[in-house]
């Protein structure tokens, strides 16, 4: 089993940032990747960028591609999301999310197994 404690949501104006915190506990080892995703109201839960936790390597939506950053802390079994240059549009619930199986690049939701509680991010014009 595995624990996802997320923090950092906010209410931010178009243009500015915010970093979301995502601490793992628990079986932290059958973790292959970790990721954010974000769902809007009447909205399909979308994919924002993830981590396979043993090989470093980042796949990222080419919505926010440029925009935001995925970092890890190994030492704090902590995963980040640096959003910069917030948009309305990236008014969502963000929710931190771990898989067991290898995801895809771009993948659904369902091929991810733990989920954090959410956090509102809410970007106002």
């Known amino acids: 089993q595995v624990q996802l404690v997320e923090s950092g949501g906010g209410l931010v104006q178009a243009g500015g940032s915010l970093k979301l915190s995502c601490a793992a506990s628990?079986?932290?080892?059958?973790?292959?990747?970790m990721g954010w995703f974000r769902q809007a109201p009447a909205k399909e839960r979308e994919f924002v960028g993830a981590?396979?936790?043993?090989?470093?390597?980042?796949y990222r939506s080419d919505s926010v591609k440029g925009r935001f950053t995925i970092s890890r802390d190994n030492a704090k079994n902590t995963l980040y999301l640096q959003m910069n240059s917030l948009k309305p549009e990236d008014t969502a619930v963000y929710y931190c999310?771990?898989?067991?199986?290898?995801?895809?690049?771009?993948?659904?939701?369902?091929?991810?197994?733990?989920w954090g509680q959410g956090t509102q991010v809410t970007v106002s014009s």
């Open positions: 999310a771990a898989a067991t199986l290898t995801p895809n690049p771009t993948p659904k939701a369902r091929e991810y197994d733990y």
């Open positions: 981590i396979i936790w043993s090989a470093g390597r980042i």
């Open positions: 628990g079986s932290i080892f059958s973790i292959n990747a």
